[in-house]
Protein backbone atom coordinates (compact mmCIF):
# COMPACT_ATOMS: atom_id res chain seq x y z
CA UNK A 1 0.00 0.00 0.00
CA UNK A 2 1.42 3.34 -1.12
CA UNK A 3 0.70 6.61 -1.08
CA UNK A 4 -0.76 6.55 -4.58
CA UNK A 5 -2.08 10.47 -5.07
CA UNK A 6 -1.15 12.59 -7.79
CA UNK A 7 2.65 13.69 -7.81
CA UNK A 8 2.20 17.24 -8.78
CA UNK A 9 2.81 19.83 -6.17
CA UNK A 10 1.00 22.99 -7.35
CA UNK A 11 0.68 25.14 -4.29
CA UNK A 12 -3.56 26.14 -3.87
CA UNK A 13 -3.22 29.84 -3.82
CA UNK A 14 -7.04 30.39 -4.88
CA UNK A 15 -8.30 32.81 -2.00
CA UNK A 16 -5.02 34.45 -1.19
CA UNK A 17 -5.97 37.79 -2.32
CA UNK A 18 -9.24 39.68 -1.90
CA UNK A 19 -11.69 38.40 -4.71
CA UNK A 20 -15.18 39.11 -5.78
CA UNK A 21 -17.56 36.33 -3.51
CA UNK A 22 -18.99 33.94 -6.37
CA UNK A 23 -19.80 30.22 -5.88
CA UNK A 24 -16.90 27.90 -6.11
CA UNK A 25 -16.67 25.53 -8.66
CA UNK A 26 -14.90 22.56 -9.67
CA UNK A 27 -12.77 24.05 -13.14
CA UNK A 28 -9.47 23.96 -14.56
CA UNK A 29 -7.94 26.58 -11.93
CA UNK A 30 -9.67 24.31 -9.13
CA UNK A 31 -8.43 20.87 -11.01
CA UNK A 32 -4.57 22.41 -11.65
CA UNK A 33 -4.57 22.72 -7.55
CA UNK A 34 -6.39 19.74 -6.63
CA UNK A 35 -4.02 17.82 -4.89
CA UNK A 36 -2.34 20.39 -2.84
CA UNK A 37 -5.88 22.13 -1.84
CA UNK A 38 -7.94 18.46 -0.22
CA UNK A 39 -4.73 17.69 1.38
CA UNK A 40 -4.35 20.35 2.85
CA UNK A 41 -8.17 21.50 3.81
CA UNK A 42 -9.60 17.72 4.28
CA UNK A 43 -8.59 16.60 7.55
CA UNK A 44 -7.75 13.06 7.84
CA UNK A 45 -7.99 12.81 3.82
CA UNK A 46 -4.45 11.24 3.25
CA UNK A 47 -5.50 8.52 5.77
CA UNK A 48 -8.59 7.66 4.08
CA UNK A 49 -7.02 7.35 0.32
CA UNK A 50 -5.18 4.13 1.37
CA UNK A 51 -7.83 2.74 3.09
CA UNK A 52 -10.14 2.80 0.73
CA UNK A 53 -7.39 0.46 -1.05
CA UNK A 54 -7.59 -2.16 2.14
CA UNK A 55 -11.69 -1.19 2.10
CA UNK A 56 -12.11 -2.34 -1.02
CA UNK A 57 -9.78 -5.46 -1.10
CA UNK A 58 -11.89 -6.64 1.14
CA UNK A 59 -15.38 -6.44 -0.46
CA UNK A 60 -14.54 -6.14 -4.20
CA UNK A 61 -16.50 -9.43 -5.46
CA UNK A 62 -15.08 -11.11 -8.42
CA UNK A 63 -17.16 -10.19 -12.10
CA UNK A 64 -18.50 -7.12 -10.28
CA UNK A 65 -17.99 -3.17 -10.99
CA UNK A 66 -16.25 -0.62 -8.68
CA UNK A 67 -17.55 3.01 -9.14
CA UNK A 68 -15.65 5.99 -7.74
CA UNK A 69 -18.24 8.66 -8.23
CA UNK A 70 -17.32 12.74 -7.61
CA UNK A 71 -13.70 11.15 -8.48
CA UNK A 72 -12.01 14.46 -9.28
CA UNK A 73 -8.38 13.58 -10.12
CA UNK A 74 -8.11 9.89 -9.70
CA UNK A 75 -6.67 9.33 -6.08
CA UNK A 76 -9.46 7.38 -4.89
CA UNK A 77 -10.40 5.35 -7.98
CA UNK A 78 -6.35 4.50 -8.10
CA UNK A 79 -6.51 3.58 -4.62
CA UNK A 80 -9.83 1.07 -5.28
CA UNK A 81 -7.37 -0.16 -8.78
CA UNK A 82 -4.46 -0.99 -6.70
CA UNK A 83 -6.94 -2.57 -4.04
CA UNK A 84 -8.76 -4.81 -6.56
CA UNK A 85 -8.18 -8.37 -6.12
CA UNK A 86 -9.94 -9.97 -9.17
CA UNK A 87 -8.48 -9.26 -12.64
CA UNK A 88 -12.53 -9.67 -14.30
CA UNK A 89 -13.34 -6.70 -12.47
CA UNK A 90 -14.12 -3.53 -14.17
CA UNK A 91 -13.48 0.06 -12.33
CA UNK A 92 -15.09 3.14 -13.40
CA UNK A 93 -14.61 7.15 -12.02
CA UNK A 94 -17.30 9.85 -12.88
CA UNK A 95 -17.13 13.30 -12.49
CA UNK A 96 -18.94 15.87 -13.92
CA UNK A 97 -15.90 18.78 -14.28
CA UNK A 98 -14.07 18.08 -17.82
CA UNK A 99 -11.23 19.69 -15.83
CA UNK A 100 -11.01 16.93 -13.71
CA UNK A 101 -11.48 13.96 -16.03
CA UNK A 102 -9.54 15.58 -18.31
CA UNK A 103 -6.49 15.50 -15.59
CA UNK A 104 -7.48 12.45 -14.37
CA UNK A 105 -6.86 10.41 -17.45
CA UNK A 106 -3.39 11.54 -17.12
CA UNK A 107 -2.74 10.41 -13.73
CA UNK A 108 -4.47 7.03 -14.46
CA UNK A 109 -1.85 6.77 -17.25
CA UNK A 110 1.11 7.35 -15.36
CA UNK A 111 -0.38 4.81 -12.71
CA UNK A 112 1.56 1.30 -12.73
CA UNK A 113 -1.22 -0.68 -12.28
CA UNK A 114 -2.90 -2.86 -15.19
CA UNK A 115 -6.59 -3.36 -14.50
CA UNK A 116 -8.49 -0.98 -16.84
CA UNK A 117 -10.06 2.16 -15.44
CA UNK A 118 -12.90 3.90 -17.52
CA UNK A 119 -13.52 7.34 -16.75
CA UNK A 120 -17.07 9.04 -17.06
CA UNK A 121 -17.62 12.97 -17.40
CA UNK A 122 -21.39 12.36 -16.25
CA UNK A 123 -23.14 13.94 -13.49
CA UNK A 124 -23.33 11.11 -10.82
CA UNK A 125 -27.09 11.14 -10.45
CA UNK A 126 -27.33 10.31 -14.26
CA UNK A 127 -24.57 7.70 -14.66
CA UNK A 128 -25.81 3.91 -14.79
CA UNK A 129 -24.67 1.79 -11.97
CA UNK A 130 -25.20 -2.01 -12.02
CA UNK A 131 -23.78 -5.06 -10.33
CA UNK A 132 -21.48 -3.11 -8.03
CA UNK A 133 -19.44 -4.56 -5.17
CA UNK A 134 -17.57 -1.45 -3.94
CA UNK A 135 -18.51 2.15 -4.81
CA UNK A 136 -17.21 5.19 -3.28
CA UNK A 137 -18.29 8.62 -2.36
CA UNK A 138 -15.18 10.41 -1.08
CA UNK A 139 -16.24 14.00 -0.48
CA UNK A 140 -18.75 14.17 -3.57
CA UNK A 141 -22.33 13.57 -1.73
CA UNK A 142 -21.80 16.40 0.04
CA UNK A 143 -22.04 18.40 -3.24
CA UNK A 144 -24.88 16.97 -4.51
CA UNK A 145 -28.31 18.84 -3.46
CA UNK A 146 -29.62 17.57 0.07
CA UNK A 147 -32.89 16.58 -1.80
CA UNK A 148 -31.65 14.55 -4.87
CA UNK A 149 -29.34 12.28 -2.15
CA UNK A 150 -31.85 9.64 -1.13
CA UNK A 151 -32.47 9.16 -4.90
CA UNK A 152 -28.84 8.45 -5.61
CA UNK A 153 -28.19 6.48 -2.58
CA UNK A 154 -31.27 4.45 -3.48
CA UNK A 155 -29.52 4.21 -6.87
CA UNK A 156 -26.40 2.99 -5.05
CA UNK A 157 -27.74 0.44 -3.05
CA UNK A 158 -30.67 -1.17 -5.62
CA UNK A 159 -27.45 -1.54 -7.79
CA UNK A 160 -24.91 -3.60 -5.29
CA UNK A 161 -24.49 -6.80 -4.62
CA UNK A 162 -25.58 -8.86 -1.52
CA UNK A 163 -22.35 -8.35 0.59
CA UNK A 164 -21.07 -5.18 -0.95
CA UNK A 165 -20.43 -1.91 -0.01
CA UNK A 166 -20.37 1.96 -0.41
CA UNK A 167 -17.50 3.91 1.19
CA UNK A 168 -19.18 7.55 1.96
CA UNK A 169 -17.03 10.22 3.44
CA UNK A 170 -18.26 13.90 4.06
CA UNK A 171 -17.77 16.85 6.01
CA UNK A 172 -20.56 16.68 8.56
CA UNK A 173 -22.22 19.05 11.56
CA UNK A 174 -23.58 18.94 14.76
CA UNK A 175 -26.67 18.97 16.06
CA UNK A 176 -25.10 20.52 19.82
CA UNK A 177 -23.98 24.26 18.82
CA UNK A 178 -20.92 23.75 21.43
CA UNK A 179 -19.34 20.44 19.10
CA UNK A 180 -20.45 22.30 16.42
CA UNK A 181 -17.91 25.36 17.30
CA UNK A 182 -15.56 23.52 18.65
CA UNK A 183 -14.81 21.41 15.78
CA UNK A 184 -15.03 24.17 12.95
CA UNK A 185 -12.24 25.76 15.12
CA UNK A 186 -10.13 22.83 15.05
CA UNK A 187 -10.37 22.12 11.71
CA UNK A 188 -9.49 26.25 10.91
CA UNK A 189 -6.45 25.76 13.04
CA UNK A 190 -5.67 22.22 11.08
CA UNK A 191 -5.80 24.50 7.90
CA UNK A 192 -3.95 27.37 9.28
CA UNK A 193 -1.41 24.93 10.34
CA UNK A 194 -0.91 23.82 6.56
CA UNK A 195 -0.64 27.49 6.04
CA UNK A 196 -3.85 28.98 4.73
CA UNK A 197 -4.27 33.00 6.30
CA UNK A 198 -7.57 33.91 8.02
CA UNK A 199 -8.74 35.46 4.40
CA UNK A 200 -8.01 32.27 2.37
CA UNK A 201 -10.16 30.20 5.11
CA UNK A 202 -12.73 32.94 5.33
CA UNK A 203 -12.96 33.76 1.57
CA UNK A 204 -12.83 29.56 0.42
CA UNK A 205 -16.03 29.42 2.97
CA UNK A 206 -17.66 31.93 1.96
CA UNK A 207 -17.43 30.82 -1.68
CA UNK A 208 -18.64 26.80 -0.67
CA UNK A 209 -20.79 27.28 1.62
CA UNK A 210 -24.26 27.67 -0.92
CA UNK A 211 -22.75 24.26 -2.61
CA UNK A 212 -21.37 22.31 0.07
CA UNK A 213 -24.45 21.59 2.48
CA UNK A 214 -22.52 18.99 5.45
CA UNK A 215 -25.32 16.85 7.45
CA UNK A 216 -24.88 15.34 10.54
CA UNK A 217 -24.07 11.39 10.90
CA UNK A 218 -27.09 10.40 12.05
CA UNK A 219 -28.82 12.02 8.82
CA UNK A 220 -26.55 9.96 6.35
CA UNK A 221 -26.82 6.84 8.86
CA UNK A 222 -30.91 6.73 8.83
CA UNK A 223 -31.06 7.30 5.06
CA UNK A 224 -28.20 4.85 3.92
CA UNK A 225 -30.25 2.77 6.06
CA UNK A 226 -33.43 4.35 4.09
CA UNK A 227 -31.72 3.54 0.66
CA UNK A 228 -31.49 0.29 2.03
CA UNK A 229 -28.64 -0.83 3.34
CA UNK A 230 -28.39 -3.05 6.31
CA UNK A 231 -25.52 -1.63 8.15
CA UNK A 232 -23.64 1.96 8.61
CA UNK A 233 -20.48 2.14 10.89
CA UNK A 234 -18.41 5.01 10.96
CA UNK A 235 -14.81 3.85 10.20
CA UNK A 236 -12.89 6.89 10.24
CA UNK A 237 -13.22 10.71 11.95
CA UNK A 238 -11.04 13.52 11.99
CA UNK A 239 -12.75 16.62 13.58
CA UNK A 240 -15.38 17.32 11.31
CA UNK A 241 -14.89 14.91 8.53
CA UNK A 242 -15.82 11.07 8.63
CA UNK A 243 -15.85 7.78 6.19
CA UNK A 244 -18.57 5.93 7.09
CA UNK A 245 -19.17 2.11 5.40
CA UNK A 246 -22.44 1.37 4.50
CA UNK A 247 -22.67 -2.42 4.00
CA UNK A 248 -25.46 -4.84 1.95
CA UNK A 249 -25.65 -8.15 3.90
CA UNK A 250 -24.75 -11.14 1.86
CA UNK A 251 -27.57 -13.94 1.20
CA UNK A 252 -27.57 -16.02 3.88
CA UNK A 253 -27.29 -19.62 2.14
CA UNK A 254 -30.34 -21.46 3.31
CA UNK A 255 -28.73 -24.41 4.66
CA UNK A 256 -27.44 -22.47 7.42
CA UNK A 257 -30.74 -21.04 8.17
CA UNK A 258 -31.44 -24.20 10.61
CA UNK A 259 -28.49 -23.82 12.65
CA UNK A 260 -29.46 -24.31 16.68
CA UNK A 261 -32.68 -25.79 15.87
CA UNK A 262 -31.70 -29.14 15.58
C1 LIG B 1 -10.88 12.26 -4.06
N1 LIG B 1 -13.22 11.78 -4.53
O1 LIG B 1 -9.83 12.87 -4.33
N2 LIG B 1 -21.69 14.58 -10.67
C2 LIG B 1 -20.41 14.26 -10.88
N3 LIG B 1 -19.38 14.76 -10.16
C3 LIG B 1 -19.69 15.65 -9.20
C4 LIG B 1 -21.01 16.03 -8.91
C5 LIG B 1 -22.05 15.46 -9.71
N4 LIG B 1 -23.33 15.74 -9.50
N5 LIG B 1 -20.99 16.93 -7.89
C6 LIG B 1 -19.70 17.10 -7.56
N6 LIG B 1 -18.90 16.34 -8.34
C7 LIG B 1 -12.15 12.75 -4.71
C8 LIG B 1 -12.51 14.12 -4.16
S1 LIG B 1 -14.06 16.36 -4.61
C9 LIG B 1 -14.23 16.75 -2.95
C10 LIG B 1 -13.88 14.59 -4.55
C11 LIG B 1 -13.85 18.14 -2.59
C12 LIG B 1 -17.44 16.20 -8.28
C13 LIG B 1 -16.68 17.50 -8.43
O2 LIG B 1 -16.51 17.86 -9.78
C14 LIG B 1 -15.38 17.18 -7.71
O3 LIG B 1 -14.39 16.73 -8.60
C15 LIG B 1 -15.77 16.07 -6.73
O4 LIG B 1 -17.11 15.72 -7.01
C16 LIG B 1 -15.69 16.46 -5.26
O5 LIG B 1 -10.96 11.31 -3.27
O6 LIG B 1 -13.44 18.93 -3.42
O7 LIG B 1 -14.04 18.43 -1.31
Not at 85 to 108: K, W
Not at 173 to 188: G, I, P, S, Y
Request: glycine residues 4%; negative net charge.
Amino acid sequence: MRDRQPPEQLTDRLFATERNPEDFRFDASVARVFPDMIRRSVPGYTTIIPMIEVITEQYAQPGTHCYDLGCSLGASTLAMRHGIPHADCTLVGVDNSDAMIERCEHYIALDDHDLPVTLRCENILDTALTNASVTTLNFTLQFVPPEQRLMLLQRISDATRPGGVLILSEKIRFDCAEDQHTQTLLHHEFKRANGYSDLEISQKRAAIENIMIPETVTAHRDRLLQAGFDRVLVWYQCFNFVSMLAIKNPETPKSSMNHGNV
